[in-house]
């Protein structure tokens, strides 16, 4: 099973999942394989099973992939108006309007194919035997609520995007992402606290230590996406007028992953009370 399209780009604050969108002719939480006529697939999801024609997905994820999205998008409703339940086809529809900055559509479908899907992850049990991995559904839902969530945030609804991202966690509680974009949500409920606490793991999950190399980070490591992190670690500081720790972080988001600190930040920093003059201020 090839792996999901995801995106992951920095917009306002959170993680939106949509990078280069890859070709694929399985993705996650669904199985898709050749049917004995060259000219149909079958689509398991969780319990159920979906006959679209190979045509029009191959069509659809083309488009996609190649930028046509308005083509795709028309590509996409065809395609869901034969298998409306197909939760993948509303995801990459989704992608799409997230793509085009159509926030509330993208939101639309990000939500439809959250419902879908787990609705079929419910029916097995049901004298319905499970079609595919458990995991792969569980995996399909996280990265469903996860951009969810971060389109609810990105509309303003952060007690929404909040519940999204936490059913997200459920299913994929190492995700550094979704532990970020959390952050954010507190951030924006003033919530500083747990801020910090979401932002510090997402750090912890992204920054594997070499003391071999120059920057003591393992040449695996995604250092922009680090640097992002470290940058919402030293946010959450600032709001908790941890100026050390905040400064801390700064700093290592510029030597090691090379981020570009906003000029208002160091700005606050220096603006900051030293500790000498706080001790003055209380004696």
């Not at 995801?91 to 993208?106: C, H, T």
């Not at 991995?133 to 509309?155: E, I, M, P, V, W």
Request: proline content about 3%.
């Amino acid at each position: 099973m090839a792996k999901a399209r995801r995106i992951s780009s920095e917009l306002g604050g959170v993680v939106n999942a949509t990078k280069k969108l890859v070709m694929a002719a399985a993705v996650v939480g669904i199985v898709v394989m050749m049917s004995a006529c060259a000219s149909g697939k079958t689509i398991k999801q969780g319990a159920e099973e979906f006959s679209i024609t190979e045509a029009k997905y191959y069509e659809a994820l083309e488009l996609q992939d190649g930028g046509q999205y308005f083509k795709a998008i028309t590509a996409w409703n065809e395609l869901l108006d034969d298998e409306p339940r197909f939760a993948q086809g509303h995801f990459d529809l989704g992608l799409i309007y997230d793509k085009l900055n159509l926030v509330p559509e993208a939101t639309e479908q990000y939500e439809l194919a959250v419902q879908y899907a787990q609705d079929s992850a419910e029916m097995v049990g049901k004298d319905n035997p499970a079609m595919e991995d458990a995991a792969d559904t569980r995996a399909s839902l996280a990265l469903y609520n996860t951009h969810l969530g971060a389109a609810y945030l990105r509309a303003g609804l952060v007690d929404e995007g909040i519940d999204a991202l936490n059913a997200a966690l459920k299913d994929d509680p190492y995700n550094a992402t979704i532990h970020y974009n959390l952050s954010a949500a507190y951030m924006a409920r003033k919530n500083f606290d747990d801020a910090l606490t979401q932002a510090d793991i997402a750090v912890d999950l992204t920054a594997h230590p070499d003391s071999k190399r120059g920057d003591g980070l393992d040449v695996e490591v995604d250092r922009e996406r680090l640097g992002h992190y470290l940058l919402r670690q030293a946010a959450c500081h600032l709001a908790r007028k941890e100026y050390d720790k905040a400064r801390i972080a700064l700093e290592r988001a510029e030597t090691q992953c090379g981020a570009e600190v906003p000029a208002a930040m160091w700005e606050k920093l220096d603006a900051a009370p030293k500790p000498e003059e706080e001790a003055g201020t209380e004696g």
